[in-house]
């Protein structure tokens, strides 16, 4: 049992409730509206572009060569082939790039990935890595999760979503980042440990506040 084991079950209720999100289970089931779906396509490429600024922070203030590496290759596959995914897929929800790029944050993304380019600015990388594991691990969790209660028939897309995120590659970036925060943890002092005890919690509710955001189709209220 290492330290990312204690963030996770300190954190389990709320990792509980994302799981068992009607948005989460919308896709499991093949049920969700596709408006929901499409809104959540769209904030998903929002926070991927800042998430990427994030990883590059990361990898400038990782004192070894060899994990710095690691990081540099995250943001390679995130910017230059996920995003790239990520465009090609919402077309086949029937959203174009150009109103992809025309989407603005809602205000939890752009509260959530203020808080992400905060601590990528201010802190180091223990305290960035354990912010942004709770949206690596977590989707690795819920794509195993959903593919294990068997992909549903009557949504192909919503089934293709379900294998990419249940597919081995992407368990072992969540793998590479848990060992990377446990190796880290062990040189930290208590100070340094517990604000990436406390980025790991903040950034899991804010991880169950983006399914719920796109389950409400949140907007800013003027």
């Known amino acids: 049992?290492?330290?990312?084991?204690?963030?996770?079950?300190?954190?389990?209720?709320?990792?509980?409730?994302?799981?068992?999100?009607?948005?989460?289970?919308?896709?499991?089931?093949?049920?969700?509206?596709?408006?929901?779906?499409?809104?959540?396509?769209?904030?998903?490429?929002?926070y991927l572009i800042?998430?990427?600024?994030?990883?590059?922070?990361?990898?400038?203030?990782?004192?070894n060569v060899g994990d710095m590496g690691w990081f540099a290759k995250l943001l390679d596959e995130t910017l230059n082939t996920?995003?790239?995914?990520?465009?090609?897929?919402?077309?086949?929800?029937?959203?174009?790039?150009?109103?992809?790029?025309?989407?603005?944050?809602?205000?939890?993304t752009h509260a959530y990935t203020r808080h992400l380019l905060q601590i990528a600015h201010r802190s180091s990388v223990g305290e960035i890595s354990s912010a942004i594991l709770p949206c690596m691990w977590g989707y690795s969790e819920i794509g195993q999760m959903l593919y294990g209660r068997g992909l549903p028939k009557n949504a192909p897309l919503y089934a293709n979503w379900i294998e990419?995120?249940?597919?081995?590659?992407?368990?072992?970036?969540?793998a590479w980042?848990?060992?990377?925060i446990d190796r880290i943890a062990t040189d930290c002092v208590e100070e340094e440990v517990e604000r990436?005890?406390?980025?790991?919690?903040?950034?899991?509710k804010y991880e169950y506040m983006f399914w719920d955001a796109a389950w409400r189709m949140e907007e800013w209220p003027v």
């Open 1 to 46: 049992m290492g330290f990312t084991d204690d963030l996770r079950r300190e954190c389990a209720d709320i990792w509980d409730a994302e799981h068992n999100h009607p948005l989460v289970s919308g896709i499991g089931d093949g049920t969700l509206e596709l408006a929901k779906f499409q809104y959540y396509m769209r904030q998903d490429y929002i």
């Open 50 to 63: 800042d998430f990427c600024r994030v990883i590059a922070l990361a990898a400038a203030k990782t004192p």
């Open 82 to 108: 996920e995003m790239a995914l990520h465009v090609s897929s919402c077309k086949e929800f029937g959203i174009s790039e150009e109103e992809l790029l025309a989407t603005q944050a809602s205000p939890t």
């Open 164 to 174: 990419m995120y249940n597919s081995p590659e992407f368990a072992e970036l969540a």
């Open 177 to 180: 980042m848990r060992d990377f």
């Open 196 to 204: 990436m005890r406390e980025a790991f919690r903040v950034g899991s």
